[in-house]
């Protein structure tokens, strides 16, 4: 079986400490015999071999330990518990060139380097090449110690765009690395051995994984697969994992070689050069002992397009397969549709390619479930009839009875001991697949978007014929007919000649080949011969309406194969079609008005005429504003007309309920198209219905849906019809919130497998009771006007379904609405006052009066424009909205006091919930703006694009900040921050963060992200990881509110940074990485009261005491008697802000602005910085510090510490004014101010 899962993928490596471990350097080897290969075995001879070299022993060694077999079997145990393509070989990095290690020898005209490579115990040694340029007539080759097993030279034809080369595996525990040059290109050589791959199974080592079950594809039962049978390889990437893949045929058929396989497989843009494929490798007899040879190979890809949805991979291998090799290149069904039987071509754990059949057609579920449709991302094979698939079989190409593929395989559960069920990624999905040119196969395989959706498999070794697929021509009875002829073109890539017949099959369509009876017959030279054969109707005017078939048969003599393209001929068909889909459903009150249509468009699909007659199933149901029926023509293919279905007046009579009908229309001409479409009438209410749906419903996700109501009224009465199909119901929470924000809970978790929500909700005993919390009957009283939202929430995994539709029922109440007071939770200071503010909302839009309908019981409530309240009801003075909260001495917990509103009416009552002395919102970052944080690598601001499991927008807005916003994060990544500017907590204690998360990450063992906070830029705390083991990687589909407590990071710090941290990733696996949003800081504020006298700043303010003319929250006064020289944080020293503020102006020229007070004759004037009385306070501090003074606390500072000439006495100024009148001393004026 094949148990890999999404995400489920990655290269070799060692996760065992011991398994593979050290490299090492030595001077010498044991000697290696220097006796001559087979010659006649057609292997290629190594210039050691040939030229009688030194012994390698005086060439440097590469060593590694021996392989742990038991660790190793462990660790596969537990990859294949994770979905993880299994491996063959374990991966060591290196960095090895001429330049650092092996040996260099001088032969004639030649060079010869060699490197020497050991592994004490290992079966197999491969290697990754990260950079390969070789020079025009240098060789590379990799050959056994005892030149028991030799690789084809590689020379400058294998030089690529990505410049890196990767071997096959070579069958033995010790390899020499050469390479030949011409003397004068040694300097031009460009070579690094990047990564040695030690092999403990598979590849041809003599060792069978795969069950007894399976079927060798040169078995009879392989016989009527040998055209599809070559397109299939074994592949092995980063030279440590194994799966199967297979070459596919595009619309062009020009033998782009496009190569496919499964996602899971963990090919990607960083890794696709080292994707080694090999072709033909199978037992040479059916049931015989694995002899299979791997010397038909070829190494490195282009990275094309991959979705993890339906887990498919394109690449583009960076050279066409060899001709000599026959690949051929499969064709393809993506029309969706389900196969009768099925076939699978794979490599079970790397053995010879085997065959499997299903003989019962396949479902289109989603991945490892049998419901269907499910999301239709899947083909379900129930069980394997002949074969099976195992691990290594990942990848490999499902076949329909027509011999074109429809999925590669993902995983499930299928063994030889097992008949269960395998799911493959289904082709016609991954043909649009997410959208883009990455993702999707259609841009690649259809790139001039013909629209083709069926081809046929292509040859190397035998005849092509393009264009592909059967044709139907349309007429009316005498023509004419399109299309009248088909020119085919016969190529041949192989290389050798190629006979061909082409010949007309039995059937009732008259056709011609080449304008006459055929066959037409010919040969196609090799490697590119060519020849056009026309089929065209022969006197199709004269055959009556009808449907005519004929096959016409392309036979490629010389290989015993057949292409069948068969001619349909349809005369006088007809046929039309009826959009939209949905229902026309309808409402109003008792005797009307009912208001609603909806339009049908009704269209000609052939060019016959046809002949269309419309019904109403009832009286009260019109069409174009008439009883009906209505009889209609379309002229011919692309004529439409339109049929309006709306409500009679034959309603305004009907008496209160709900009433059902439905519209047909009918194809009277004898053809094909009929429709019928329902409609619903609810008289008495008011219907409205979304235009967003279906939906689909997938896991841990949420949807919406919308009604826009535009009728403005109170609303008496609300009923709602809902209908949701789903695997388990028992996932789903369904929420409807109402233009006026209240929410009420229809659907909460409740139900199981067998149910589906097709309801009505009604709590007036008429239908379904709402779950709850909330009831249907708190929609009323409140206004209809403006936008529904129904909301569906899938909470886990495994089980999926779809919104179907769903209706709101609005009934009016036929009176005013009143208006709405809500509820509100404030959190309060426990030893000042606090200002709350009250909320309301008219319905009418008219002014609200707030009335306090109940006190606070530990505290006093005191009208902010008025005084105490001491008695209830009371409203508050001019139209305010605002009350002051005094808590009583030493009380912290809660408290609660009620309002409501009254816009000529009187709301119901809401509560005020106080929290004394808690916590509260002291920063937010929404990211509607971009709060200007530091960024590294490709941390960035903006929307995500929703690729590769990202979202497609933030939590509440659509800006957020993301690692890649168009998708994963890469391997091989050194940590990259996202750092927030510094947060001021000077004055905050129970520090807390808040945040929105959506995260992709592999687990901690492998790739890391981090949450981090630091009180001083330097020293950073992890706050949050993610975690490491096996099963614990970090996949998000959704929104999660993440919440930490920092208090002791972060209260009472001046300087508080928070960090987001992606990276180290290793060199594989690569996730969606962190999207961020809504940051919110909480906490406990101390309380502000800067001129002590006991009622906290904001209170004074909002009263009225104080100017803030910053603004900043904090009087005038505060900001400068605080302490610092830039309190606030606003880039203006506080010393200016004092002149600018009160106002007085630093530099005596009567203009008072902001950019004079961060000038630097302001700024840098001794005196404003000048200490006179040496107390550690700045002087312009001192002298505001006597304000309290003047209130008889002369006790604080005196006039005389400021050293400066008294004030005349009797100058009839207010003190204060005074003082600041001496402000200019401090310019150089030693004067003071007169009267």
């Not at 077999?69 to 145990?77: I, K, L, P, S, T």
Request: charged residues 15%; negative net charge.
């Amino acid at each position: 079986m094949d148990t890999t899962h999404r995400r489920g993928r990655r290269a070799g490596r060692f996760g065992l400490t011991g398994i593979l471990t050290t490299l090492s350097v030595v001077a010498t080897i044991a000697p290696i015999t220097a006796a001559a290969g087979d010659d006649r075995s057609g292997q290629p001879r190594p210039t050691a071999q040939v030229r009688s070299l030194p012994a390698v022993e005086n060439a440097a060694r590469v060593a590694s330990d021996a392989i742990d077999y038991d660790a190793v079997r462990v660790e596969d145990g537990a990859r294949e518990q994770q979905g993880l393509p299994p491996r063959f070989a374990l991966p060591r990095d290196v960095r090895i060139s001429p330049a650092t290690h092996g040996q260099w020898d001088r032969t004639g005209n030649e060079w010869v380097w060699r490197l020497a490579i050991e592994s004490p115990n290992a079966k197999s040694i491969n290697l990754g090449f990260t950079r390969y340029r070789m020079t025009n007539s240098g060789t590379l080759m990799v050959y056994a110690a005892d030149y028991g097993h030799v690789l084809r030279p590689f020379t400058a034809k294998d030089n690529a765009a990505h410049h890196e080369l990767w071997t096959p595996p070579i069958l033995s525990k010790s390899i020499v690395v050469e390479v030949t040059l011409p003397a004068d290109e040694r300097d031009k050589l460009d070579l690094e051995l990047g990564r040695i791959n030690v092999g403990y199974r598979g590849f041809g080592t003599g060792d069978t994984f795969s069950g007894a079950c399976n079927v060798d594809v040169v078995c009879p039962e392989g016989d009527d697969w040998r055209n599809e049978i070559p397109s299939v390889a074994v592949i092995s990437t980063g030279g440590g994992t194994f799966c199967t893949g297979f070459m596919v045929n595009n619309v062009r058929q020009d033998l782009t070689p496009y190569f496919m396989t499964a996602n899971h497989c963990g090919i990607n843009a960083g890794n696709a050069a080292s994707l080694v494929t090999f072709w033909n490798y199978e037992t040479s007899t059916c049931g015989g002992a694995p002899n299979g040879v791997l010397n038909e190979f070829q190494t490195g890809s282009f990275f094309r397009a991959t979705s993890s949805t339906s887990d498919f991979t394109l690449v583009e291998l960076d050279e066409a397969p060899n001709p000599a090799h026959m690949v051929t290149f499969s064709g393809w069904d993506a029309t969706g549709a389900d196969a009768a039987s099925a076939v699978a071509i794979h490599h079970p754990n790397t053995d010879e390619k085997r065959i499997s059949f299903e003989f019962q057609p396949t479902t289109t579920t989603t991945y490892l479930q049998n419901p269907v449709p499910g999301d239709g991302t899947h083909v379900r094979i129930e069980d394997w009839d002949v074969g099976t698939t195992e691990p290594g079989s990942s990848g490999s190409p499902l076949f329909n009875q027509d011999h074109h593929i429809i999925g590669q395989l993902h995983g499930g559960f299928a063994s030889c001991s097992s008949q269960t069920s395998d799911w493959y990624g289904k082709f016609s999905r991954s043909w649009t697949g997410g959208g883009t040119s990455a993702t999707q196969l259609k841009f690649w395989l259809d790139p001039d978007n013909t629209g083709t959706l069926v081809i046929d498999t292509i040859s190397g070794a035998g005849l092509q014929v393009s264009p592909a697929g059967d044709v139907t021509h349309v007429g009316a009875v005498g023509g004419p007919f399109t299309p009248g002829s088909v020119a085919y073109t016969l190529t041949n890539p192989s290389p050798d000649d190629v006979d061909y017949s082409v010949s007309i099959g039995i059937g009732d369509a008259p056709l011609l080949l080449n304008g006459g009876a055929g066959p037409v017959t010919g040969t196609l030279t090799a490697l590119g011969g060519s020849a056009m054969v026309t089929v065209s109707l022969n006197s199709p005017g004269s055959l009556a309406s009808g449907l005519y078939s004929t096959p016409v048969a392309f036979d490629d003599v010389t290989n015993t194969r057949t292409t069948t393209v068969t001619h349909n001929i349809e005369v006088g068909a007809t046929d039309f079609t009826t959009t939209p889909a949905a229902a026309f459903i309808s409402g109003g009150p008792l005797g009307g008005p009912f208001t609603g249509t909806l339009n049908y468009t009704l269209t000609s699909t052939k060019p016959t005429p046809v002949d269309i007659t419309v019904t109403a199933s009832d009286p009260w149901i019109s069409l174009n504003g008439v009883a009906g029926p209505l009889n209609l023509t379309l002229t011919g293919t692309g004529d439409s007309t339109i049929v309006t279905v709306g409500i009679s007046a034959v309603a305004n009579g009907l008496s209160a309920g709900l009433y059902n009908g439905s519209v047909g229309f009918d194809n009277t001409s004898g053809g094909t198209g009929d429709a019928s479409r329902d409609v619903a009438l609810d008289v008495g209410r008011l219907v409205y219905a979304p235009l967003d749906v279906p939906q689909p419903i997938s896991d841990n996700t949420n949807i919406t849906s919308t009604v826009t109501v535009n009728d403005a009224f109170c609303v008496g009465d609300v009923d709602l019809d809902v209908d949701i199909t789903h695997t388990y119901i028992g996932d789903l929470i369904v929420e409807l919130e109402s233009p006026g924000g209240v929410t009420v809970r229809l659907h909460n978790r409740t139900g199981g497998t067998t149910e589906n929500i097709i309801t009505r909700y009604d709590d007036d005993g008429d239908g379904t009771i709402p779950d709850g919390p909330g009831q249907l009957a708190d929609f009323d009283f409140g206004g209809s006007q403006g936008v529904w939202t129904l909301t569906v929430s899938d909470n886990a995994g495994s089980d999926t379904g779809a919104l179907n539709n769903w209706s709101l029922r609005l009934a009016p109440n036929g009176v005013t609405c009143p208006p709405i007071a809500f509820d509100a939770t404030v959190s309060v200071s426990e030893t000042l006052q606090s200002l709350v503010t009250l909320d309301g909302e008219s319905v009418q839009s008219l002014p609200l009066a707030f009335i306090i309908a109940s006190l606070p019981g530990q505290g006093d409530l005191i009208d902010s424009m008025g005084g105490m309240i001491s008695t209830v009801p009371y409203t508050l003075i001019g139209m305010g909205d605002t009350v002051i909260y005094d808590p009583d001495d030493g009380y912290a917990g809660p408290d609660a006091f009620q309002f409501r509103v009254n816009d000529g009416q009187d709301s119901a009552i809401a509560d005020v919930d106080l929290d004394v002395g808690g916590p509260q919102l002291v920063y937010q970052y929404p990211m509607d703006t971009n709060p200007g944080w530091s960024t590294q690598g490709s941390w960035a601001y903006g929307p995500p694009a929703g690729l590769s499991g990202d979202p497609s927008s933030g939590a509440t807005g659509l800006y957020v900040y993301g690692y890649n916003l168009n998708g994963d994060y890469t391997s091989g990544m050194t940590v990259q921050n996202l750092t927030s500017t510094p947060i001021d907590c000077s004055n905050i204690s129970q520090v807390a963060v808040k945040f929105q998360r959506w995260l992709g990450v592999e687990q901690a063992t492998y790739d890391h992200a981090r949450f981090q906070v630091s009180n001083n830029g330097t020293v950073w705390t992890t706050v949050w990881e993610n975690p490491t083991g096996t099963g614990l990687s970090v996949d998000e589909s959704a929104w999660s509110l993440q919440s930490y407590n920092i208090g002791a990071l972060a209260d009472h710090q001046p300087s508080v940074q928070l960090r987001w941290t992606m990276g180290t990733t290793d060199g594989s696996v690569v996730f969606h990485g962190w999207n961020i949003d809504d940051v919110e800081i909480w906490g406990a504020p101390d309380e502000v009261d800067c001129d002590n006298n006991g009622l906290a700043d904001l209170a004074e303010i909002a009263a009225g005491d104080h100017d803030d003319c910053q603004p900043n929250a904090v009087p005038d006064e505060c900001d400068i008697v605080a302490g610092a020289p830039d309190n606030n944080d606003n880039g203006v020293p506080d010393a200016c802000e004092s002149f600018c503020t009160i106002p007085v102006e630093c530099d005596d020229d009567d203009v008072c602005t902001r950019d004079e007070c961060l000038s630097s004759a302001c700024v840098n004037s001794p005196a404003l910085y000048s200490d006179v009385n040496h107390d550690g306070a700045v002087d312009i501090f001192d002298i505001l510090c006597v304000l309290d003074g003047f209130a008889g606390e002369f006790s604080i500072c005196a006039l005389a510490d400021l050293d400066l000439a008294p004030c005349p006495a009797g100058d009839e100024a207010v003190d204060i004014f005074d003082i600041l009148g001496c402000l200019d001393a401090f310019a150089g004026d030693p004067g003071c101010c007169g009267p």
